[in-house]
């Protein structure tokens, strides 16, 4: 395919902070910021550390602007093939490939740095395992493997359990919930917006499942499953203790909803159905996330859960601390 060369456009200093949102996704970095402060708060006391939350969240935001600014960078030659990113900062010419570089590379450790020193070095680990898994997994796979997906909604589970790890620095099974639901959630979110582009993926050379041979049908059947299997992980919330019957009742009736769309896209596979799949999703998350934080319950740390790693060990209370 010839793909004409842009013509680079002149930028003005003004239009750095409009050009830095749209190379760092700053309004899809916020979902990330959300997570990982509810991951914080459901994982609080009595007390909350508010100090510690503004750092936790202004670290993991600024890990989250550095890996999509970077997955941007890379991605720079398959972007200008697509009509939906060949206006984006690097592709257009409006930001030259190097200066969206040192931008990212600064903002990347500067949100490390943070993370390290005013919050704990196990948040910071987790968000560094992000920042690799997103550039040296999710991206490379994205034009060779439908894997990707799969990756990527890792990479997306990962953010509230850097906020749990923030107030109790261990890994306990309430965090993994957190982080399960997160990543199951994107799968349909994703997918079903794979299959209102797959056209334009295609084209970029992008191997998303809708692109695939058999991949419409497919991604409309494992979209219809995992929000099906969304309903029972969402009340893991309710059976750990986190969160109250309020919130479980909300979560049920909101996976009914989100599973009832997807019916309707697996039934009928057609862009009206897809989109209204993926409008839902977006709906979704923000009410079952702010539905768990205002029906919290505290968890003392003698009724936490965790996993010893030895094989032999079995899952035991954690004992409380002084």
Not at 28 to 49: N, Q, Y
Not at 73 to 90: F, G
Not at 223 to 233: A, E, H, N
């Amino acid at each position: 395919m010839h793909v004409d060369t842009p013509t680079i456009p002149t930028t003005r200093l003004a239009d750095l902070p409009r050009l830095y949102a749209t190379l760092t996704k700053a309004r899809l970095s916020t979902l990330v910021v959300v997570t990982t402060a509810v991951g914080f708060l459901m994982s609080s006391g009595p007390v909350i550390e508010w100090w510690r939350l503004l750092w936790t969240v202004l670290g993991t935001m600024a890990c989250a602007l550095s890996a999509n600014a970077l997955n941007q960078v890379i991605e720079t030659r398959r972007d200008r093939l697509m009509d939906r990113t060949k206006n984006r900062p690097t592709p257009s010419g409006s930001l030259s490939v190097p200066h969206a570089f040192i931008f990212a590379i600064v903002l990347g450790y500067a949100g490390l740095f943070v993370l390290a020193l005013l919050v704990n070095l196990a948040a910071a680990a987790l968000a560094l395992a992000t920042l690799l898994l997103y550039l040296l997994a999710y991206t490379p796979l994205k034009p060779v493997s439908t894997l990707n997906t799969l990756v990527g909604a890792i990479v997306g589970g990962i953010p509230p359990v850097i906020g749990w790890v923030a107030v109790r620095d261990t890994f306990d099974v309430q965090a993994w919930s957190l982080g399960a639901i997160l990543f199951v959630w994107q799968l349909p979110h994703f997918l079903s917006l794979a299959w209102l582009y797959r056209d334009q993926y295609a084209d970029a050379g992008f191997r998303m499942l809708p692109v695939v041979r058999g991949g419409t049908t497919l991604t409309a059947e494992i979209t219809l499953l995992t929000t099906l299997l969304l309903v029972p992980l969402a009340l893991t919330a309710t059976l750990s203790g986190m969160a109250g019957l309020v919130y479980a009742v909300i979560s049920f009736v909101l996976g009914l909803g989100f599973a009832w769309f997807a019916l309707q896209f697996f039934r009928k596979r057609d862009r009206s159905t897809a989109r209204a799949t993926f409008l839902f999703s977006l709906l979704y998350l923000p009410v079952l996330l702010a539905a768990m934080v205002l029906d919290r319950n505290i968890v003392p740390s003698d009724e936490l859960i965790t996993v010893d790693m030895n094989p032999d060990a079995i899952m035991q209370p954690l004992p409380a601390r002084d």
